[in-house]
């Protein structure tokens, strides 16, 4: 694996690399040595995934609050998807700021979303699948989010907004947490 850090303090966008040979490929999507010679979670005691039927499809903005906030470890096992951070750590030198990366099955890259940092994502194709692993288990009472739509975090999403959820559609701005 190849850890390239990106211009968000703490996050990481990794690089697999897939051995090939004439059946097909193969290559590591996790290890706790090299994570933890990156300094990175080496625990993770949930994994998800999601299915996205319809390109277009925004997903986010979500986090978990404290006392139980999440680090994610993001990769796109199916289609495409442009996946979006932003920090709202407010003592961070990129709060406000956000990062965009392409993940799809055949780049092989993979996203480390530290704990503090919204996330989402955008179905750049028709059933996009997002694997998750998770830092932290669930607590519904933690869950937070913020308009993917935000004026003042001016994310540029690739493609036209498709099927958000009820949710989705009625968080918050990020003026107002």
Not at 109 to 114: D, E, G, S, T
Not at 130 to 145: A, D, I, K, T
Request: hydrophobic share 35%; with cysteine.
């Amino acid at each position: 694996m190849i850890f390239e850090p990106s211009h968000l303090s703490g996050a990481w966008l990794i690089q697999l690399e897939p051995r090939r040979d004439e059946r097909g490929l193969f290559c590591r999507t996790w290890c706790d040595r090299e994570f933890s010679a990156h300094s990175l979670n080496t625990c993770w005691p949930q994994a998800n995934t999601t299915r996205t039927f319809r390109a277009g499809t925004i997903r986010g903005l979500h986090w978990q609050a404290e006392p139980h906030p999440e680090i994610k470890l993001v990769r796109c096992s199916a289609g495409a998807i442009w996946d979006v951070i932003v920090d709202i750590r407010p003592e961070s030198p990129s709060f406000g700021r956000w990062a965009g990366f392409e993940l799809t099955a055949e780049n092989f890259r993979q996203v480390y979303v530290p704990a503090g940092f919204a996330h989402g994502f955008q179905a750049l194709t028709d059933q996009a699948e997002v694997s998750y692993l998770m830092s932290e288990f669930y607590f519904p009472e933690q869950s937070r989010g913020c308009r993917w739509d935000d004026e003042q975090l001016n994310i540029r999403w690739p493609l036209p907004p498709e099927n958000l959820s009820e949710r989705d559609r009625h968080l918050p701005r990020w003026s107002e947490l």
